[in-house]
């Protein structure tokens, strides 16, 4: 086996945020699941519940729970030029593992059906990241860990990681020194989320309308070892460079 690649898979992989504001709309404009309007250039922060037609914390919560239940993920397209991007990494000589965070236990069944359908043989095996506990499923190649990602890449000794987070990238590139594709041209993936359990429209109430996650934007440097790339056409120029 080659040198690992380790690869994200919700909008990595998968239009995953774009899936959920489509969400297999009955009409423009109208969402068949959430009955409300919504748009991937207000997913400000990658926790839902921080962006504008969420509602509140338990309404994303109960929002996500429809989502999932009508197992609406199987509608999310590939994100574009992954299947080529990733078929020249292999190509190249690169072992590719999915690390994600999905929740095992109830999404392992749809992620594979979907895995298999758009990245058939892709992949080494898929890692289900900071579950409650290890478990392995299908010979081996889905496996649950308590693990965190920088945990696990560490253990499989991956040379890179794909993702699209802001927070996983930090810690990756700037505290944990290793290097990270900070991937997509996504708002969420400008800041990192915050602790507080705030909703978009009352965070809104609060700053008086003041668009403030403008100013929360994370500026990288030099030393951090993380690099914006904002398609799978970047990802392969990066790693020939």
């Not at 078929?87 to 590719?96: A, I, V």
């Not at 299908?138 to 990602?149: A, E, M, S």
Request: proline share 4%; with cysteine; aromatic share 12%.
């Amino acid at each position: 086996k080659g040198p690992v690649i380790a690869v994200d898979l919700d909008d990595v992989l998968s239009q995953t945020s774009q899936c959920v504001a489509d969400c297999a709309l009955d009409s423009p404009g109208h969402n068949k699941v959430f009955k409300t309007n919504m748009s991937l250039d207000s997913f400000y922060y990658s926790m839902w519940y921080k962006n504008p037609g969420w509602g509140t914390v338990p309404e994303t919560l109960n929002k996500v729970k429809q989502f999932y239940a009508a197992d609406e993920l199987q509608h999310a397209k590939p994100v574009p030029g992954a299947h080529n991007g990733l078929k020249t990494l292999r190509d190249m000589g690169f072992s590719l593992i999915v690390v994600s965070a999905r929740i095992m236990a109830s999404e392992a069944d749809s992620t594979v059906k979907w895995l298999e359908k758009y990245f058939d043989g892709m992949f080494e095996c898929v890692v289900f990241s900071s579950q409650p506990e290890e478990t392995t499923g299908n010979n081996g190649r889905y496996i649950g860990t308590t693990l965190q990602k920088l945990q696990i890449c560490i253990l499989i000794d991956a040379k890179l990681l794909i993702d699209d987070l802001m927070e996983t990238a930090i810690t990756f590139g700037r505290e944990g020194r290793r290097p990270v594709l900070l991937f997509g041209n996504y708002e969420w993936n400008k800041r990192v989320n915050t602790d507080d359990e705030w909703a978009f429209h009352e965070r809104l109430d609060i700053e008086g309308g003041r668009e403030w996650w403008k100013e929360e934007d994370v500026e990288l440097t030099p030393n951090d070892a993380i690099w914006r790339v904002h398609n799978w056409i970047e990802v392969i120029e990066w790693v020939r460079a």
